[in-house]
């Protein structure tokens, strides 16, 4: 019993522990395990020869995109207008300088802070930056901060399944066509560049496909717990591989210093993730590009593909297409987007049982429409698969609790003598049949299972908005109210009442701490993990108080 009580302590420990750390990461301070984050008011010593993140005129060393010199009459020529596309899914806003997309608000999603708006993705506001761009290198052709012409046309599906925007632009013997083709109830945008050769002589530009964001972490993320926010990029042979701001940060710091991912590919995609959202570019396949990653300013960071277009003959063309997924990580969506995409939806180290788990409420959900009662059905079925574990568990933590006054007279008859302690005590164990560690295997088992669900739970977009019943209306978020925290701490007064007080005064005081301590942790967490711990230790309060009643009864055998 003393083994399994410090298996838990050490548990709660770690818990404890990793909550803390979570937290002053995302408040900017020292981790105790992960180097420090670099501050985003520190400025780099090699802040002098930053670069913006548009490719320069001379090919660019691997990694290094840099602005080329725009005269300052000709970038005061410049006219922006921006043009809004509507969908039925997607508000997008397209400036005609560089043809880029600058904000990108989801019609179906909320926002995190503000329930009266929808989410906004992209952005080019003061507080935020977060940008898809396209163009050219290799001379000085049309980038994105080049004016282009939005050619006349529809701006909304008005009942068409499809609505496209036409950009043009002529710079340097090169006329560049850039096509955005947005779909009824597709978060993948088409992105189509033609590249026409209009001078006297042979070409050879190349295609870049670029994703810029600051590195701050989304608005209303909780302080309690961390989710990954940053760059990644995807290859067949590299496979799934995250980019770290900080990453970036020390790399741009020790330049010529070769990226932390694969370089070169004719296949996969890069992406920018944050917490149930995702922006990927995904170029044609057997299209070899370059991967770069850098800094592109004091907290701001540009995940890229440059793809090579060979040369063009006067007069000829060439198209390269592209897509642009923007939008939630539903897991069905992102499987049938890119090969590999679904693997932005984070569940860490335990992705092979997080999957099955996830794949499992999916199916629940199909029959009862609601994502609330399928956790609590989910939660449900667990219990009975971990039901025989679980049964030998709190059989053992019953017998430990028949026996403690024994164990207690034994502690206080050999107080001064250890080694006699210890033989009474295994005496008593083989006269009452106890195994001191029948109830810790089953709770190591578990454990696995316990951390998968929380992931899934966690990085579950479907959680986000999705009400339950009464107060709860949004299971990603806090409970409004704290009722089911209150009632978390509650059933875990019972079941710390339920189990074997421990002979030592301090460990029954910390016993009966932990669910006040608890409690105040999960009133931050997402109510839909909550409901999923209250409904778990209701089941188990349940099995554990009819195993030891039955034992206290005689009716139940070691």
């Known amino acids: ?13 770690i818990a404890i522990v990793l909550l803390w750390d979570n937290w002053m990461r995302y408040n900017g301070k020292p981790s105790m395990f992960f180097p420090a984050p670099v501050s985003e008011q520190a400025r780099s010593a090699t802040s002098t020869t930053e670069t913006s993140s548009v490719p320069q005129v001379a090919p660019a060393a691997p990694g290094a995109i840099s602005t080329p010199a725009l005269p300052d009459a000709t970038a005061a020529a410049v006219k922006s207008e921006v043009i809004t596309i509507t969908t039925d899914i997607m508000r997008a806003d397209i400036d005609t300088v560089g043809g880029e997309l600058k904000r990108l608000e989801l019609l179906q ?3 995190a802070e503000d329930k009266t708006i929808n989410m906004v993705l992209f952005d080019s506001s003061a507080k ?9 290198i290799g001379g000085p052709f049309p980038n994105h901060k080049t004016s282009f012409v939005a050619l006349p046309g529809p701006r909304s599906l008005d009942g068409a399944a499809k609505v496209q925007l036409i950009l043009e632009s002529e710079q340097g013997g090169i006329k560049l066509t850039k096509t955005y083709t947005f779909k009824r109830g597709d978060y993948s945008i088409d992105v189509s560049h033609k590249v026409t050769n209009t001078g006297t002589a042979p070409l050879s530009p190349s295609l870049y496909l670029q994703l810029v964001r600051d590195g701050s972490k989304p608005s209303g993320e909780s302080k309690f717990y961390s989710t990954f926010t940053g760059p990644a990029v995807y290859s067949d042979a590299a496979k799934f591989q995250k980019l770290d701001f900080e990453k970036i940060e020390k790399e741009s710091k020790n330049k010529p210093a070769k990226p932390d991912h694969v370089t070169n590919a004719d296949n996969g995609w890069i992406a920018i993730v944050q917490h149930y959202f995702v922006s990927a570019f995904i170029p044609a396949d057997k299209a070899v590009r370059e991967i770069r990653s850098e800094k592109v300013r004091e907290n701001l960071y540009a995940v890229s593909n440059v793809l090579p277009l060979g040369v063009i003959a006067p007069g000829a063309s060439i198209t390269s297409d592209a897509r642009l997924y923007a939008g939630p990580q539903e897991s069905t969506v992102l499987e049938q987007t890119a090969p590999g995409l679904e693997l932005v939806k984070d569940y860490g180290w335990l992705t092979i049982i ?14 009862v429409g609601n994502w609330g009662w399928t956790i609590i059905l989910l939660t449900v079925l667990i219990k009975l698969v971990f039901f025989p574990l679980s049964a030998a568990s709190y059989r053992s933590m019953a017998k430990m609790k028949v026996v403690t006054p024994k164990m207690t007279l034994i502690r206080e008859r050999h107080k001064g003598d250890p080694a006699k302690m210890n033989q009474a005590m295994m005496e008593l164990y083989k006269t009452e049949k106890i195994n ?3 109830g810790c295997l089953p709770i190591v088992v578990q454990i696995p299972v316990f951390i998968s669900l929380y992931w899934v739970l966690l990085a579950s977009v479907e959680m986000r908005n999705a009400p339950w019943l009464g107060w709860i209306q949004d299971l990603a978020a806090p409970d409004p109210f704290y009722i089911l925290p209150v009632i978390m701490a509650v059933s875990m007064f019972i079941q710390t009442k339920l189990n074997p007080t421990p002979p030592d005064p301090v460990q029954a005081k910390v016993m009966m701490f932990m669910p006040i301590i608890f409690s105040v942790m999960f009133f931050f967490f997402p109510s839909g993990l ?14 554990q108080w009819v195993i030891t009643k039955n034992l206290e009864g005689g009716t139940v055998k070691g």
């Open 109 to 111: 999603h909320r926002d």
């Open 436 to 438: 001191p560690l029948g």
């Open 354 to 367: 997080a999957k099955p788990i996830f794949w499992l409420m999916t199916q629940i959900h199909q029959y």
């Open 530 to 543: 909550v409901l999923y711990w209250v409904v778990n230790n209701v089941l188990s309060i349940a099995q």
């Open 1 to 13: 019993m003393e083994n399994k009580r410090t298996i838990l302590w050490v548990v709660f420990s």
């Open 128 to 136: 935020h930056t977060y940008l898809a761009e396209t163009g050219l």
